[in-house]
């Protein structure tokens, strides 16, 4: 649950100094860039949660 708050914090943060400092946010502007994002993430949680399972 801390890994939870502590992503969410910092992406947070992330996109407040973007904003607040004017720079490009550090994300893909298109759709498929967006989704390809997604499914890193998916994966990367997805492979942690079977590997959390198996120790």
């Given at each position: 649950?801390?890994?939870?708050?502590?992503?969410?914090?910092?992406?947070?943060?992330?996109?407040?100094?973007?904003?607040?400092?004017?720079?490009?946010?550090?994300?893909?502007?298109?759709?498929?860039?967006?989704?390809?994002?997604?499914?890193?993430?998916l994966g990367?949680?997805?492979?942690?949660?079977?590997?959390?399972?198996?120790?």
């Amino acid at each position: 649950m801390n890994d939870l708050l502590i992503s969410l914090a910092l992406g947070l943060g992330i996109g407040v100094a973007c904003r607040w400092f004017d720079l490009p946010l550090p994300a893909p502007p298109k759709l498929v860039g967006a989704l390809l994002v997604l499914s890193i993430t998916l994966g990367f949680t997805g492979v942690d949660h079977l590997l959390r399972g198996a120790a």
